[in-house]
């Protein structure tokens, strides 16, 4: 019997955490011998390159057309029903997956700790995603953090429908770049400097404020480090600012978004993460492939990332802690110590083993 091909259904195919995902299950999906074709539905085709080296086919014809136009092209190319496993990544895409599919014929992953309809009325936002694990054959959680929200948020039915599969991540896979280019960093030549990194969206789920304001208090304590921010986003003016009036300026520098994750962590000698909630956070992942200590709030998953009694977590929000915990770790023994709990922990993060249990839960949800 001819194996069937796997249709992932995602929003963007646009570098994000959830996109980098879709790349390392591509990736080991047709290594086990499937098809995979990829459907995005806005955006650039900034991973389509990377995608069909895998093997992957990517699907284009409905993306940046209206969504009522979407309907009707999706069901177009999923005319052969049974030829496809249909998986749906973040909302839009889950959201066209059911009403295009039949009940129980597909599948979908939800990412994030956050409202179905972040920008919505929350009321709305609960019906649709009530309406979408209803007709799901069922629901992967990225954590559990993402499963106990969506719980204690009424955005499913039952907890039955849902399995925590956690992301997967190879660091000697040649999609994360085992060497990676060299990231040239401002100012990293000043004499002894400490090079303070972090990585995500200038959004307000990132908790810059907490961030730099612990920045400019450490750096009333010590004038070594230097603080690097990946990222853009529309709060980039405000933080600049902020950076202006806590008078850190000198010492900040926001470098945009980048393709070289790895080359930007080999750069820096500490990894910060102040965000208030994450559904998983793979640059978490991302830190520990290239053996970095790493600083992080203390919630949502981020704890199943790092282990719940991880030495490097802080109070969300908590500006004295944070500040308490950058005076410890720019000295090199705590670097060190942070560096030895996280020794083992990509172990439990591996691609093979998050396949795996999605490969199983395809035929637990008879689409396989």
């Known amino acids: 019997m001819k194996k069937k091909t796997i249709l992932h259904l995602i929003t963007t195919i646009e570098r994000g ?3 980098k995902q879709l790349l390392v299950l591509v990736n080991q999906q047709i290594l086990l011998g499937f098809q995979v074709e990829v459907v995005y539905l806005k955006g650039a085709s900034e991973l389509q390159v990377e995608l069909e080296k895998l093997g ?3 699907r284009s014809e409905i993306a940046n057309q209206s969504f009522f136009r979407q309907i009707f092209g999706f ?3 999923i005319h052969d029903r049974g030829k496809y496993i249909v998986h749906a990544h973040l909302p839009k895409s889950e959201l066209l997956a059911a009403l295009v599919c039949r009940k129980s014929q597909f599948i979908v992953t939800r990412h994030n700790t956050e409202p179905f309809w972040p920008k919505g009325p929350r009321i709305f936002s609960t019906f649709i995603s009530l309406y979408v694990t209803f007709k799901a054959a069922g629901v992967i959680a990225i954590s559990q953090a993402v499963s106990q929200y969506l719980l204690d948020n009424h ?3 039952s907890k039955n429908k849902i399995k925590v599969i956690r992301y997967g991540f190879d660091p000697k896979s040649e999609l994360n770049l085992f060497n990676p280019p060299i990231f040239p960093l401002p100012n990293a030549e000043k004499p002894r400097s400490i090079r303070i990194g972090t990585i995500g969206r200038l959004v307000p789920q990132k908790d810059y404020p907490t961030l730099l304001n612990a920045f400019s208090a450490l750096l009333k304590i010590d004038s070594r480090p230097l603080l690097y921010i990946i990222g853009d986003g529309f709060l980039g003016r405000e933080l600049r600012q902020l950076c202006v009036e806590l008078n850190i300026q000198d010492n900040v520098f926001f470098l945009g978004k980048t393709e070289n994750v790895l080359g930007f962590l080999d750069s820096i000698d500490l990894f910060v993460l102040t965000s208030k909630y ?4 793979l640059v978490l992942l991302e830190a520990m492939s290239r053996e970095k200590p790493i600083v992080a709030a203390n919630n949502s998953a981020i704890p199943e990332v790092l282990g719940e009694n991880y030495s490097g977590l802080f109070q969300t929000s908590n500006q004295g802690e944070l500040t308490l915990k950058l005076v410890s770790t720019i000295q090199l023994e705590t670097r060190l110590e942070l560096k030895k ?3 083992d922990r990509l172990e439990l993060f ?8 999605t490969h199983a839960y395809y035929i637990e949800k008879a689409l396989l």
């Open 278 to 281: 994450e559904g998983f956070g």
């Open 17 to 19: 955490g959830a996109e």
């Open 341 to 343: 709990e996280l020794k």
């Open 155 to 157: 955005e499913i039915l």
């Open 56 to 58: 992957a086919s990517v």
């Open 350 to 357: 591996t691609p093979e083993k998050m396949t795996q249990n």
């Open 75 to 77: 069901h177009g190319l």
